[in-house]
């Protein structure tokens, strides 16, 4: 349970500032001595879920998630992720995971571990990710090297 002069703060740090999450709710609380550092984040979590206080009520506050598409399959994002260097039979290696995720849903719809971050494996990922869902309407990646047109 926490204090009436915390929950008071909760509800003006909410109304300032929507987009405050639990973890920084509860730092302001400490600060400002509405709260001893003793009581958890998870409480003032508790509070803020069991009081709806999660998400912006603002109608006017844009939301900043800018790519979001308002369907499935109308934007897919691609991204290799560099995950540590294993040792497989003496050889030290780096590991790429490729991913391809949909922007709606977050369906993760492509995705494989490869040795090398090259064009191929891309479009090793991208041809299972399309013959299990179709062709998307836009695909964005953030890298170049990999979608460098080879000349004939």
Known sequence: MLPDAAVDEIYRLKAEFPRLNATQIH???????FIPATVSVCAVRRFVKH???KSAKNPSMRDRRA??????GKLWQADTCYLPYITENGVRRRVYCIMIIDDHSR???GGELFYSDNAYHFQKVLKAAVSAYG????LYVDYSDVLTIPTF
């Open 27 to 33: 730092r302001q609380l400490v600060a400002g001595s």
């Open 107 to 109: 369906l993760l719809v």
């Open 51 to 53: 009081h709806d206080l």
């Open 67 to 72: 790519f979001e598409e308002d369907a499935f």
């Open 135 to 138: 062709i998307p309407a836009k």
